[in-house]
């Protein structure tokens, strides 16, 4: 249960946080950029990097922080961005739905997956932060 629950959180870290309040709005460029720049960043275990994607006011900012620390310290994961597709955009929020995949190349029990998840994005000071994210399937592949 135990394992089942952490492949969950590790599935969907990525980006997981919880949605809240917006702040003032400036142009911002494409969306897809920062989610494609949150994988990269993840793939290299750059804690830094991650948590440059997220933003800073989420509720859960902290506690995805941490999440990704400890992952990173425990596994080396590939994630692969099969698809995502910006299915709404204003000029404060928008929302991107991604297939991720996600394999493990080293660490403990982990179970390799595929997701389906839907990432919130706020504009903050003309750039794209990952919000919140609401994963939609989770299937796995071993």
Same mark, same amino acid.
């Given at each position: 249960?135990?394992?089942?629950?952490?492949?969950? %959180?590790?599935?969907m870290?990525?980006?997981?946080?919880? *949605?809240?309040?917006?702040?003032?709005?400036?142009p911002?460029?494409? *969306? &897809? %950029?920062?989610?494609?720049?949150? +994988?990269?960043?993840?793939?290299?275990?750059?804690?830094?990097?991650?948590m440059?994607?997220?933003?800073e006011?989420?509720?859960?900012? @902290?506690k995805?922080? @941490? &999440?990704?620390?400890?992952?990173?310290?425990?596994?080396?994961?590939?994630y692969?961005? @099969?698809?995502?597709n910006? +299915?709404?955009?204003?000029?404060?929020?928008?929302k991107?739905?991604?297939?991720?995949?996600?394999?493990?190349?080293?660490? *403990?029990a982990?179970?390799?997956?595929? +997701?389906?998840?839907?990432?919130? %994005?706020?504009?903050?000071?003309?750039?794209?932060? +990952?919000?919140?994210?609401?994963?939609?399937?989770?299937?796995? &592949? @071993?």
């Amino acid at each position: 249960m135990k394992r089942t629950i952490f492949v969950m %959180l590790a599935a969907m870290f990525a980006s997981t946080t919880v *949605p809240g309040c917006s702040q003032e709005t400036k142009p911002a460029g494409d *969306p &897809l %950029l920062v989610v494609r720049e949150n +994988i990269r960043a993840m793939n290299s275990r750059d804690l830094e990097k991650t948590m440059a994607t997220i933003d800073e006011q989420s509720e859960s900012y @902290d506690k995805t922080k @941490d &999440l990704a620390r400890r992952l990173f310290a425990a596994y080396d994961l590939r994630y692969e961005l @099969d698809s995502a597709n910006v +299915i709404e955009r204003t000029d404060d929020q928008a929302k991107v739905e991604c297939v991720q995949t996600t394999r493990k190349v080293s660490g *403990p029990a982990f179970r390799d997956n595929r +997701i389906r998840i839907v990432h919130l %994005l706020r504009n903050v000071d003309g750039e794209w932060k +990952i919000y919140g994210s609401q994963m939609k399937k989770i299937d796995y &592949l @071993d």
